[in-house]
């Protein structure tokens, strides 16, 4: 890009003011792109923005002497770089459990009127997601000190294999001790290891909350409309108190589990028959003052959570001393664990089933608890569209801690192969994570025979579609191979559709199965092939095939995750592959989770709404606010923060459109019926394209007399079926892609356009025989 013309485009007035000056500002969606390709163009300048954001322009278009007649200035804006910019992104893959809890708290039924239900909802939520910062950081206590400085570096043999821990090694019978071999000062060395997580997580956190939660939305004066969605309040994208409060619990959670994890075999070699007193009574102040701490950071987490309507711009410094305090009360901890004992050894496990049994509880009980609020939601204002009858939420919120739990153990596992090789002389991780590993198979197996079910349901409905596709186009003449594939394309994007059938079938599957082996690991305190040694020889062999195919699966999917993680922070295109995950998944603000990755609507929303507001104050145009797939998200958010007055003046035009579809589903409460209905009421006109061929984008199907005027479709995906004048070369079934290639993109644009004309309104068109 030239910088000279850069320049001159930031200085240079739109030559087209006043009711001629025309706007279309293009939205792009998942995956990224360029601004050359979204405008056609291999000559374009950024008009206004940085390196992570920004409005494009044509070279051409950015020059004055434009005539009106050239049909509608267009802007390009930018964002891909918010999820997939530098190699940093690369550690977000760390926070994945995270990102899905926190889309638990957005996935709720919509309820008016039942305030404190929804704030009970929201608080189910932010414990959970506290509890997976809990589990994250026990799992790196689990490795570093029950694996690594407990049991391996209290046995000779498994220090002779890893020559780098004989600085912990017990010295021989007879022979004086090292300083560092004690128990105590092994554990308080090892918790670095967990400490720099709990600082890593802090330090992303922390800097990607000055990043993006630092962006203020356009102020206006209007109240928020209360019948309207809540992403018109003039707060909603404005997280940046509730992160910091929700970031300063989550961070002394994090350091006194390091701690409770340091303390626990010190307090109960203390608290022995005849053990030291004043050890004693400073192991038990000590435990009280770290429960008096967690309590006080639950308290917090607990408080009420967001403000979203109005601009809260207020900052709890307070809550500082809540961290600190954790790490006050983690450096006494270290040093009373690190105390010489005479005749404490390290043997067996430290105690990490219960604290992870207690945990996997806890996130049961809460996941419960959870489905039953949202079922209350759900019966107080039933949306037929909402998926899974409004137990979305819940569900999710179990998923996450599945996958966290996951995660941990397969972490766990590696670290003790890895250790210990196939010689069995260390006890190894707790028998729960491998239970959790041993439940792999089976929801696998769930998922393998879902899958067919659904490949047969499909099957059936593209041979349905075969005999469609031959009656819509009569007289041409029949090509079997482009029948079959139309059929199977239009066939395979229904499948989206039975997504609330796979997250129901799953998470049964994962709820059952977590019972059965919180249940087994916590009566026998073995491992499955273990418990079920004296058992039917069937079951026998179920348990042992389970638990050695689950260890293998757990390795093979630590290893992915390693190489994608690599990845990723390498090369630049990998990361853009991440970053269509983190896409979908980090669209909505950090209301539950302050270390998931960041949201880019606390960003992308105020620049799309500074954009419009400041360009129709100056030029008194018409501009239709054109978005893709999740750019569509992105603009239907945009247009409901504008003011009132601006809001009215604008076109929304949507192709590949998933806000029916997906978020009217999965988030009721935001996009339900009742809040698109508001918004095309709001804004002066909306048109919707979307194919039969989309997995993705879908209809409107607003719930009033008004939803032919937005949805113009099924479009005619591929444009020709055969070879034509216009098409000589097969054209080719575009799906969710290049709906601008249509000519049916170009009338609705102009038809938006004529509709935002003051002095000539558009008629409103009869509904439309689908294409």
């Not at 400041?614 to 247009?639: C, E, F, I, N």
Request: hydrophobic share 45%.
């Amino acid at each position: 890009m030239d910088r000279a013309q850069e320049r001159r485009s930031k200085r240079q007035p739109d030559s087209r003011a006043g009711a001629d000056a025309e706007l279309e500002l293009l939205v792009h969606g998942v995956g990224g792109t360029t601004p050359e390709k979204m405008l056609g163009d291999p000559r374009t300048v950024r008009v206004t923005g940085d390196d992570t954001a920004a409005v494009f322009r044509r070279a051409g278009d950015a020059e004055a002497g434009r005539e009106p007649g050239d049909g509608p200035v267009r802007e390009a804006y930018v964002w891909c770089n918010l999820t997939s910019g530098d190699s940093s992104r690369a550690l977000w893959l760390l926070l994945l459990p995270f990102m899905v809890v926190n889309l638990a708290h957005w996935m709720r039924p919509a309820a008016a009127g039942r305030h404190r239900t929804v704030r009970l909802y929201g608080l189910l939520v932010r414990l959970a997601a506290l509890s997976l910062t809990v589990l994250l950081v026990a799992a790196a206590c689990e490795v570093a000190l029950d694996l690594v400085a407990w049991q391996c570096a209290g046995v000779r043999p498994c220090v002779r294999r890893h020559s780098w821990l004989s600085f912990l090694a017990p010295g021989a019978v007879g022979a004086p001790d090292a300083w560092w071999s004690l128990p105590g000062r092994r554990l308080a060395l090892a918790a670095l290891v967990p400490t720099a997580l709990t600082v890593l997580l802090w330090y992303l956190s922390r800097r990607t909350w000055s990043a993006y939660e630092s962006h203020r939305p356009m102020s206006h004066d209007h109240e928020p409309d209360t019948d309207h969605s809540a992403l018109t309040r003039p707060g909603f994208w404005y997280g940046r108190r509730l992160v910091a409060r929700l970031r300063a619990a989550h961070t002394a959670a994090a350091l006194l589990t390091v701690a409770a994890a340091v303390a626990a075999p010190a307090v109960r070699f203390d608290h022995r028959p005849g053990g030291p007193a004043a050890l004693d009574i400073l192991g038990r102040l000590l435990a009280a003052a770290l429960s008096a701490w967690a309590a006080t950071a639950v308290g917090v987490v607990c408080r009420r959570g967001r403000s979203e309507n109005r601009l809260d711009q207020r900052l709890d410094r307070h809550l500082r001393l809540l961290p600190l305090g954790a790490l006050g009360l983690l450096m006494l901890t270290l040093v009373y664990a690190g105390w010489a004992r005479p005749g404490w050894r390290s043997a067996g496990r430290l105690p990490g089933d219960p604290a992870f049994g207690a945990l996997m509880l806890a996130q049961g009980l809460l996941v419960v608890a959870l489905a039953v609020v949202a079922g209350c939601l759900h019966r107080r204002s039933p949306d037929p569209r909402a998926g899974m009858r409004g137990l979305g939420g819940p569900a999710v919120a179990l998923l996450a801690c599945a996958l966290g739990g996951v995660m941990s153990g397969g972490v766990a596992q590696r670290v003790a192969d890895w250790l210990d090789g196939t010689h069995a002389a260390l006890p190894g991780p707790p028998v729960l994570l491998t239970w959790q590993a041993s439940t792999i198979p089976p929801v696998l197996a769930v998922l393998l025979l879902l899958a067919a079910r659904l490949g047969l349901g499909t099957a059936r409905l593209a041979r349905a579609e075969r005999d469609r596709i031959r009656h819509e186009h009569p007289g041409e003449p029949e090509d079997p191979g482009r029948t079959r594939d139309i059929a199977h394309v239009r066939a395979m994007a229904t499948l989206t559709d039975r997504a609330p059938l796979v997250v129901a079938v799953l998470t049964a599957t994962t709820l059952m199965l977590g019972a059965v082996a919180l249940a087994g690991a916590l009566a026998t305190g073995k491992t499955p092939d273990g418990a079920a040694r004296r058992t039917h020889d069937a079951v026998q062999a179920v348990a042992e095939t389970s638990q050695a195919l689950g260890s293998w699966l757990v390795g093979l999917g630590f290893v992915l995750f390693v190489t994608w993680g690599r990845r990723a922070y390498k090369d630049a295109s990998a990361r853009r592959t991440i970053g269509i995950l983190w896409d979908v998944g980090t669209f909505w603000p950090r209301a539950a989770h302050p270390f998931a990755p960041p949201c880019y609507a606390e960003r992308a929303v105020p620049d799309l709404t500074w954009r419009m507001a400041t360009w129709t104050r100056r030029t008194g145009g018409r501009l239709v606010l054109s978005g893709h797939s999740q750019g569509s998200v992105l603009a239907a958010a945009a247009a409901w923060q504008l003011p009132p007055s601006v809001r009215g003046r604008i076109a929304l035009l949507t192709y590949g459109c998933p806000l029916q579809r997906l978020y009217g589903r999965w988030f009721p409460a935001h996009f339900g019926p009742p809040a698109l209905a508001a918004l095309h009421r709001d804004i002066a006109c909306w048109g919707n394209l979307y194919r039969s061929t989309d997995p993705i984008g879908g209809p409107v199907r607003l719930p009033d007399d008004a939803t032919p005027e937005v949805d113009h479709g099924p479009l005619q995906d591929p444009l020709a079926y055969g070879r034509t004048p216009e098409h000589p070369l097969p054209a080719p079934i575009l799906g969710h892609s290049d709906y601008q290639a249509d000519p049916v993109f170009a009338q609705e644009r102009a038809r938006l356009l004529r509709r935002l004309r003051p002095q000539l309104p558009g008629p409103r068109p009869e509904r439309r025989a689908p294409r």
